[in-house]
């Protein structure tokens, strides 16, 4: 019986956009099948401004394919965090992720 | 009406005027200083960043290094703002979040009033624009950014005085093609500066934007008090680390 392994190697992404009537939003991003590492950057307002790490945190492992689990994801992040975004939205992040990941 | 204190604007540089700021948030926090507006500018000229912003995105360092203008992130959101020492004045106002309308943009557009109030005694008519800037004719006069903190909320807000458009061009990112006349040209089209409505001098302009403060809150001049500048001694390298300045 032969048994196949298929390694997957991580990739690097990034994208940067100023979000419609928003701020400037970059995403780098390093995935395979998941994402493995991720870096949300600009010159919008997150408040507290600990809310960054805690929605980057919530996005490690998740599928950086599927959009809208990507936005559900980080919605969550901010509910659970009490976390105010000022400049954009969870729907931009995840859009910008899908554009780092092209 | 509660009482406020004004520094007397100063001069430092970018690792001490943050530092400054943290260390006042402190004692304003524990309650042993009033809230306080300080009014400020960066010696050397200097370029801060927003805290959520890469330092390796947003300036040319090395070319900061060359030219000796320092580079800082700051503990408030928002964009890269070139701080030229004699172009330009940046203020900071801390207090208790309860001195200030709940809602951040609210906050934003109740602080900034002051700023306003003191334009117009220059005879420049200026509006607060969503979601942190002072605007004249629709240009970008000044920009503002918060953070609140155990009950305590910063605001910084800089007001272009006299922009070396060129200068920041040569240490913020930006692609070679944009350092152009055109491109000059459309900051123009976008920014600016107080030099462009009145012939004020640098000092007069930040007696009259202190007066726009002052004239409607009941304001005292203080200092730093001893605790507040040890405090600030003590974590300004902090602002100067590499892990600081380069965290994204």
């Known amino acids: 019986m032969m048994h196949y392994i298929c390694q997957v190697s991580v990739v690097n992404g990034s994208a940067r956009r100023k979000v419609p009537d928003g701020k400037m939003l970059s995403v780098k991003i390093e995935y395979d099948t998941v994402i493995k590492k991720i870096e949300l950057s600009g010159d919008f307002f997150i408040h507290p401004e600990e809310g960054i ?26 509910s659970l965090n009490h976390i105010e975004l000022i400049g954009l939205t969870p729907d931009n992040i995840a859009k910008t992720i899908s554009m780092a990941i092209r | 009406m509660n009482k406020w204190r004004f520094l007397p604007i100063q001069s430092n540089n970018a690792y001490m005027n943050m530092a400054i700021d943290e260390a006042i948030s402190d004692s304003v926090r524990e309650g042993s200083s009033y809230p306080t507006i300080r009014f400020y500018t960066w010696d050397p000229s200097a370029v801060s960043i927003g805290c959520f912003q890469s330092l390796k995105d947003e300036v040319d360092t090395e070319r900061c290094n060359e030219l000796g ?22 203020y900071s106002i801390i207090g208790k979040q309860e001195l200030f309308p709940t809602g951040i943009i609210d906050s934003y557009k109740y602080i900034c009033q002051f700023i306003i109030s003191g334009l117009l005694k220059v005879g420049i008519t200026a509006e607060f624009s969503p979601i942190n800037d002072i605007v004249v004719e629709g240009k970008k006069l000044s920009g503002n950014a918060q953070t609140r903190k155990d009950g305590v ?11 070396n458009i060129r200068r920041m061009f ?16 459309n900051v123009e089209e976008r920014v600016t500066m107080v030099r462009k409505y009145s012939d004020i001098s640098l000092a007069d302009l930040y007696i009259t934007l202190l007066a726009g403060f002052s004239e409607k809150m009941d304001c ?17 390298p902090n602002y100067r680390s590499a892990s600081w300045n380069f965290s994204r």
Do not use: M, W
């Not at chain 1, 492992?61 to 980080?74: Q, T």
């Not at chain 2, 909320?153 to 922009?163: E, M, R, S």
């Open chain 2, 220 to 236: 005292e001049e203080g200092a730093l008090s001893k605790k507040e500048l040890k405090k600030a001694t003590e974590v300004a």
């Open chain 1, 53 to 78: 790490t805690d929605i980057e945190d919530a996005l490690i492992g998740s599928n950086p394919f599927n959009e809208k689990e990507i936005c559900e994801i980080i919605s969550s992040a901010v």
């Open chain 2, 69 to 90: 203008i320092d580079f800082v992130r700051r503990k408030t959101g928002g964009g890269a703002v070139y701080h030229d020492s004699n172009g330009e004045i940046t």
């Open chain 2, 153 to 163: 909320l910063l605001q910084h807000g800089t007001i272009l005085y006299d922009l």
């Open chain 2, 170 to 185: 040569d240490v913020l990112k930006v692609s070679k093609e944009k350092i152009s006349d055109k491109a000059i040209k």
